[in-house]
């Protein structure tokens, strides 16, 4: 077995690999597919727990007792893909590497023989981890210990290489409630009618006329 530092390489002598991820928390383990621009040819060549399986490129869940393991048979692989990544991110929403030090395992996945290990340096603030990309070189697959943190998570690696990354849509806002509609004033009673003026009565008038009493 070599222990691996970062950026060392060496050439696998096996056609599958599978690259073990084992920390003291629980961890989400990935791989990508890329091709020799660096990028994913479509959000299929992203491997994870909800796409589990891919062209040449497996992931297996661990369960919490094992580690999460992404197997790559390199003799599978489509035309055209160069370059296996494989990520590394803690379970917990919102959880760094401070203090957790994961190890990479690379053994032969048929024989079980262990090819290498790699525990990258001293990660802090860092939400996800590129840990180990198994690579074509001169027509030889090989291995190197890469060790690169994310601040912005898995996320943040997968739109690097060309994965889009849908956002949680927003919380619907709540809508505050119609107010309640306002009864009309009643209508102002009607005024009574006015009282009719006193006039004298006058025959001229044609108003009622008394008889003059007797002198």
Known sequence: MTAMTPGSNL???????????????????????LTADGKVRSDADFIFFNQPTGPGVGYRSGGGAS????????????????????????????QTFQGIEPTATV????????????????????????VVEIYLRGGVWKVRAVGQGYANGLAGIATDFGVSVEEEPAPPQAVAPPAAP?????????????????????PWLGGPTTPAAPA
Not at 70 to 85: C, K, N, Q, S, Y
């Open 67 to 94: 580690p999460d393991s992404i197997t790559v048979d390199t003799g599978a692989l489509p035309p055209g893909i160069e370059r296996i990544v494989v990520t590394a991110s803690p379970d917990a929403a919102g």
């Open 182 to 202: 306002v009864a009309p004033a009643p209508p102002a009673p009607p005024a009574p009618p006015a009282a009719p003026a006193s006039y004298p009565a006058s």
């Open 107 to 130: 053994r032969n996945a048929d024989g079980g023989a262990v090819i290498a290990a790699f525990t990258p340096p001293q990660l802090g603030t860092e939400t996800a981890l590129v």
């Open 11 to 33: 050439p696998l002598n096996a056609v599958r690999v599978t690259v073990d991820v084992a920390a003291p928390v629980r961890l989400d383990v990935s791989a990508l597919l």
